[in-house]
């Protein structure tokens, strides 16, 4: 997302977070060109808390007890900048972010564009195909 607007909140959907490979990269990496970055929900406050904590990321709104729409009404009056960005996974989050005058970004889409790795994609951690199979000193 290189050359975007300085002057842009940016708010994530929970799950579009959760199927990014490193979210916590995600966020620092939007910090660059952003002006604000937060996390809507409908999930219990909680739920956002325990993942950006785990995640050790920064949000400056979350939605707290709010539903999404509320949440998005009330971020935008509060933060004052040029665009207003919602990336989010699906056809929902497409109808909200229209619902409440933001810009709809699917996460595959900012993903691409960012240069961001999506969970689906990453390499698998637990990968059998390591080096063990080829060493002579393996059991």
Known sequence: MEGGSGDMTLAF???????LADP????????????YVGVISDQPTY?????TRKHRIRQDFFSGPRGR???LDNVKRQFDTERHVFVGTDENDATLAESVEWEYLALEDA???AGWTLAADA???NDTDTDT???DDWP
């Open 13 to 19: 959907e929970l799950a579009a977070l959760e199927a």
């Open 24 to 35: 916590t990269e995600v966020v620092s990496d939007a910090r660059r060109w952003t002006e």
């Open 47 to 51: 739920v956002v808390t325990n993942f």
């Open 69 to 71: 729409e509320e949440s």
């Open 111 to 113: 993903a691409d564009a």
């Open 123 to 125: 390499p698998d951690e």
């Open 133 to 135: 199979a080829t060493r």
